[in-house]
T-cell receptor
Framework: DVKVTQSSRYLVKRTGEKVFLECVQD?????MFWYRQDPGLGLRLIYF???????EKGDIPEGYSVSREKKERFSLILESASTNQTSMYLC???????????FGPGTRLTVT | SQQGEEDPQALSIQEGENATMNCSYK?????LQWYRQNSGRGLVHLIL?????REKHSGRLRVTLDTSKKSSSLLITASRAADTASYFC??????????????FGKGTLLTVNP
């Protein structure tokens, strides 16, 4: 079974802190994605990566950066957390363009 | 950007009944996918239908795609309480960088009452 794991299920951080969300997949997938999910807004793509060290902005990249140093790991970084970044963060991966995506369990981040 | 929009936003049915959810989108696609999300969890892929397909089945699921109307429907037959979840459609574009990304709708919340 494909497995996508995320470093934390729940996280509470203070405004201004630097926050790292980690995602690891074990199926040698080329592509990895970070989404945030908010009530009434659905899933919105923050960043994706189609290869090691390659990244592309999604629909809402402002306030976020990403890192992909190894194929299996994709990190989302909040440089200076703000309360409007309180959300559910979902990581996903897939083997090729347009293929089904495999999601991790999500990290519910609260910024106070 | 293209976007899937599900209809209805919420649906409540009795166990054993069929549930139908609809999805509309705006631009041309490579494929359309349906996902399920149990409360507070990650999404699980259900079915993928390509732009040149009109209908697809998987167990109790039946998906149709009408590219002329830019719409899709998901039918769950003989529903069970365990089918209670949010259901999302997502579209994969057919050109350039858009075919890497999936664009998700806001979902339909299905409640199946025992």
């Amino acid at each position: 079974d494909v497995k996508v794991t995320q470093s934390s299920r729940y996280l509470v951080k203070r405004t201004g802190e630097k926050v790292f969300l980690e995602c690891v997949q074990d199926m040698d997938h080329e592509n990895m994605f970070w989404y945030r999910q908010d009530p009434g807004l659905g899933l919105r793509l923050i960043y994706f990566s189609y290869d090691v060290k390659m990244k592309e902005k999604g629909d809402i990249p402002e306030g976020y950066s990403v890192s992909r140093e190894k194929k299996e790991r994709f990190s989302l970084i909040l440089e200076s957390a703000s309360t409007n970044q309180t959300s559910m963060y979902l990581c996903a991966s897939n083997p090729g363009q347009g293929d089904e995506q495999y999601f991790g369990p999500g990290t519910r981040l609260t910024v106070t | 950007s293209q976007q899937g929009e599900e209809d209805p936003q919420a649906l409540s049915i009795q166990e054993g009944e069929n549930a139908t959810m609809n999805c509309s989108y705006k631009t041309s696609i490579n494929n359309l996918q349906w996902y399920r999300q149990n409360s507070g969890r990650g999404l699980v892929h259900l079915i993928l239908i390509r732009s040149n397909e009109r209908e697809k089945h998987s167990g109790r699921l039946r998906v149709t795609l009408d590219t002329s109307k830019k719409s899709s429907s998901l039918l769950i037959t003989a529903s069970r309480a365990a089918d209670t979840a949010s259901y999302f459609c997502a579209t994969a574009g057919d050109s350039g960088g858009s075919n890497y990304k999936l664009t998700f709708g806001k979902g339909t919340l299905l409640t199946v009452n025992p």
